[in-house]
């Protein structure tokens, strides 16, 4: 039983548009949400976190947005960039568990 | 200066051997973490240790056995190794419930 879903295996965009990446969840005692960034061969990045008490979160480029209503999370990014191309993985935790539970990931193309 | 360090980065090995992958970070965290991906690419946690004691411990085979002889250290011991342990296994850490910082990641085959 999945908890976490990301649809999407994979995305294209071209450089400078935006890239938007879904993720959704069916536990409701989820309160932390994140997005990690992975290239091959390496480990997953933290790339952003948003805290289930804002439905906003802004780095730069980078702005996820979660809609609590639809257990609903997605990260925007940009303009996007080639270097952006990677694998996306959603993940979230119980806050007293620390625990995170990921989503399959996406795979983000980004062509110059 | 590498966060999370873990070793060997690539594992072979026969089996029904008994194998250990390292791992330790630098970031003062007190939770550890083991996580598994699969062939599909999903990215699973096995094991939680915070201030060396386990905290989390999903259904996994007891032929895997974490062990922390401190906050900094978390390695994972896996006896008689099948086919289906082949996997890329990443180590992380995190404050208790903070984001939790992963290793490079080791690719074991069991051949």
């Known amino acids: 039983d999945q908890q976490v879903k990301q649809n999407s295996p994979s995305l294209s965009v071209q450089e400078g548009r935006i890239s938007i990446l879904n993720c959704d969840y069916t536990?409701?005692?989820?309160?932390?949400f994140l997005w990690y960034k992975k290239y091959p061969a390496e480990g997953p990045t933290f790339l952003i976190s948003?805290?289930?008490?804002?439905d906003k979160n802004e780095d730069g480029r980078f702005t996820v947005f979660l809609n609590k209503s639809a257990k609903h999370l997605s990260l925007h990014i940009v303009p996007s960039q080639p270097g952006d191309s990677a694998v996306y993985f959603c993940?979230?935790?119980?806050?007293?568990?620390?625990?995170?539970?990921f989503g399959q990931g996406t795979t983000l193309q980004v062509k110059p | 200066d590498t966060a999370v360090s873990q070793t060997p980065k690539y594992l072979v090995t026969q089996m029904g051997n008994d194998k250990s992958i390292k791992c330790e970070q630098n970031?003062?965290?007190?939770?550890m973490y083991w996580y598994k991906q699969d062939s599909k690419k999903f990215l699973k946690i096995m094991f939680s240790?915070?201030?060396?004691?386990?905290?989390i411990n999903e259904t996994v085979p007891n032929r895997f056995s974490p062990k922390s002889p401190d906050k900094a250290h978390l390695n994972l011991h896996i006896n008689s190794l099948e086919l289906g342990d082949s996997a890329v296994y990443f180590c992380?850490?995190?404050?208790?419930?903070?984001?939790?910082?992963f290793g490079q990641g080791t690719r074991l085959t069991v051949v």
């Open positions: 992380a850490s995190s404050l208790r419930t903070g984001k939790a910082f």
């Open positions: 536990n409701s005692m989820f309160d932390y």
């Open positions: 948003i805290s289930s008490i804002k």
């Open positions: 993940a979230a935790s119980e806050s007293n568990t620390g625990k995170l539970i």
């Open positions: 970031l003062g965290h007190d939770t």
């Open positions: 240790y915070n201030n060396k004691e386990l905290i």
